[in-house]
């Protein structure tokens, strides 16, 4: 990933600058930008502080391990095959945002509204997802190794092929699921709701 330095960080948060592609802003201070539609795609945003930002729309397939996007607007925002490991996205507005193919590991979910979001094959394995709304959420073939998904709503969600083992779902509503060829091997499923979920065959 190119170490581009960043155009001024005050046009930056004022929305000024919409083309950040390969922009380094590790670590940077972003919180209450103003990003919508901005184009981030390879940007270098390690560790950076966008509690706030508005990213509505944007383009965020780039580094956002460790990042801080708790309250960020990521409506519509576009985070494929993105980096975001580790980070914190409490409070956040995700509808109609894209994870597919994202690497998600130990990143902090928890009760967002997710519903119908796109994390086709994406990694989530150790992420915290309690009480997040994910009904009608596409998780095929996703890594949910793990993961702690208590209480999550994943009401006619799909997860066929995808790896839950050892994730944690205790009291977690997945009515009408399909879940073919998923992996349940350790899943922790005490007081799911699996109605109209058929659980066989399963992968071990």
């Not at 945003?45 to 508005?54: D, E, P, R, S, V």
Request: proline share 2%.
């Amino acid at each position: 990933m190119s170490d581009r330095q960043p155009p001024d960080l005050i046009a930056i948060r004022q929305g000024k600058v919409k083309n950040l592609v390969h922009a380094n802003l590790a670590g940077i201070n972003l919180a209450g930008a103003q990003l919508a539609n901005a184009d981030l795609s390879q940007a270098n945003l390690m560790g950076a502080t966008l509690t706030g930002a508005n990213l509505q729309g944007a383009i965020l397939r780039a580094n956002l391990r460790g990042a801080d996007l708790s309250g960020a607007d990521l409506t519509g925002a576009d985070c494929r095959n993105a980096d975001l490991r580790g980070a914190n996205l409490l409070d956040a507005q995700s509808s109609q945002i894209s994870f597919a193919g994202a690497f998600l590991g130990g990143a902090i979910l928890s009760h967002l509204d997710l519903s119908g979001a796109d994390f086709r094959g994406a990694d989530l394995r150790g992420a915290t997802l309690t009480g997040a709304r994910l009904d009608g959420a596409d998780l095929s073939n996703a890594n949910l190794a793990g993961a702690d998904l208590s209480q999550a709503d994943l009401e006619e969600a799909t997860l066929n092929g995808a790896i839950l083992r050892g994730t944690n779902l205790t009291k977690a509503n997945l009515l009408c699921a399909q879940v073919e060829q998923a992996v349940l091997t350790g899943a922790i499923l005490e007081g799911a709701c699996l109605e109209g979920t058929p659980l066989m065959p399963i992968r071990n």
